[in-house]
């Protein structure tokens, strides 16, 4: 029998589950402390009478076969790979997403797709350059005239920043293999097509959440205690000693693997760190989202699996129809849709009441004839906060500087969105997870 050793993993959401997943694997003794009644952090999915809402447009990428062959193991036939474009609405029109020259050709004036080939004649020579920031990588990828039309205005809503001050990580590799070579390639050979994050993914039939609901169940929910959000993290300057929870408890702990984040686990060590590492937390900064749900009174409304919304006079950032990722997210005569509107504390939109801001996205979206007054059967708005990290150029320093000092814990790692401060997908959270958990040494 392999000796059975104890780790305490601070948060329930996708990177704590898949560690205490691949440590029950390895048999190793695990609890995972949630702060919420509900595990699965922003990667779940509601339930509200027929219809079913993912907290976020989440789809499962084919990047590493081994990741993706544990999820089938665990989900079955309930996970299917689904090919759905998405769509950027622009000026009342549907542009491809992956952005294609025929669809370029036929949305833009004739000026303006002559500058955007001028523009890229020459980005199809540059290789292995390095961009110092968003806005540098998408001029490079696409040209100033199409990428100002529709990513630097898009991606400047999203984060809340200038697209100058935005690392190039933000883009999640999505443009990866995107310029205007691949469009032309396309427009020749129609039946090429570039591989890309968009279009192609899986998805679970019963909603993106239920696969840390099946990751959860292998866990064994004995072994998650929920509405345990941890206060307190008391060590001694080289280990971790003890966790004090909200409701009093206290553990003390041999080995912890923390999902918590960043700046809000400086702050709760004690003794607190020195001055310039607390203010360097203090200087890192997360965007929050809400999202409104809206349950239809017809049967679909899109093919897309995403559509999204640059203009920077509205609010949205992406619809998303949960039907188009799989049949049994609404009912059959019926459809809903999630509309996202990314906010920072302080904003015109944090002010707003929830009715207000489920007001605003109806008439916007009336107003854009997507639906009418009548066809709303009920709506509802749910508020992610910390939803993913706004990286700035400039503060790579900071985050390695904090990483590093929690990391010099020697019994203590960290992994996820939050306390990494980093961009992941499921897919690398998960296969992080499997690495850390196989490195482990007691």
Not at 40 to 63: L, M, P, S, V, W
Not at 176 to 198: C, D, T
Not at 246 to 252: D, H
Request: net charge positive; glycine share 6%.
């Amino acid at each position: 029998m392999k000796d059975k050793h104890k780790i305490d993993i601070l948060g329930g959401g996708p990177a704590g589950l898949s560690v205490g997943y691949f440590a029950r694997k390895k048999g190793y003794d695990i609890c995972i402390h949630e702060g919420s009644s509900t595990i699965g952090g922003n990667c779940r999915t509601i339930k509200i009478g027929e219809y079913r809402f993912d907290t976020g447009a989440h789809r499962f990428h084919d990047k590493i076969p081994s990741i993706t062959e544990e999820v089938k193991k665990l989900m079955g036939s309930d996970l299917s790979k689904i090919n759905t474009p998405s769509k950027i609405y622009f000026d009342g029109r549907m542009i491809d997403f992956p952005i294609s020259f025929s669809s370029v050709m036929k949305n833009l004036k004739l000026s303006e797709i002559l500058k955007i080939m001028t523009e890229n004649f020459f980005n199809i020579f540059k290789t292995n350059v390095e961009y110092e920031n968003f806005e540098e990588l998408a001029h490079a990828k696409y040209g100033p005239t199409l990428s100002n039309l529709f990513l630097i205005n898009y991606t400047e809503k999203l984060w809340g920043a200038r697209s100058s001050e935005l690392q190039t990580t933000i883009s999640g590799n999505r443009l990866k293999n995107l310029n205007i070579l691949p469009m032309i390639i396309e427009m020749i050979n129609k039946n090429r097509k570039v591989k890309h994050l968009e279009g192609s993914f899986y998805y679970p039939k019963y909603g993106y959440g239920t696969i840390f609901d099946s990751i959860a169940k292998q866990i064994n929910y004995d072994n998650i205690s929920l509405n345990s959000k941890v206060k307190k993290i008391f060590h001694d300057g080289k280990k971790i000693k003890e966790i004090v929870l909200e409701n009093g408890k206290t553990i003390e702990v041999k080995y912890i693997v923390n999902t918590l984040p960043i700046n809000s686990t400086i702050k709760m060590l004690d003794p607190l760190p020195n001055k310039n590492l607390i203010e360097r937390a203090d200087n890192l900064k997360f965007r929050n989202l809400k999202i409104c749900l809206l349950e239809l009174d017809f049967p679909k409304l899109s093919n897309n699996a995403s559509i999204y919304f640059p203009d920077e006079h509205i609010a949205i950032t992406r619809i998303y129809e949960p039907k188009n990722r799989s049949p049994q997210m609404a009912p059959r005569n019926k459809t809903s849709l999630a509309i996202e509107i990314p906010y920072s504390q302080g904003d015109s939109i944090s002010i707003l009441t929830d009715d207000e801001v489920i007001d605003m996205v109806k008439r916007t979206l009336i107003k854009e004839k997507f639906f009418k007054d009548s066809d709303v059967l009920d709506n509802r708005l749910i508020d992610i906060k910390n939803a993913y990290p706004i990286l700035k150029v400039g503060e790579e320093g900071n985050i390695r500087e904090l990483v590093s000092f929690l990391q010099s814990f020697s019994n203590q790692k960290l992994i996820g969105r939050n306390v990494e401060f980093d961009y992941l997908h499921t897919h690398k959270i998960m296969d992080k997870a499997k690495l850390l958990v196989n490195t482990l040494n007691f």
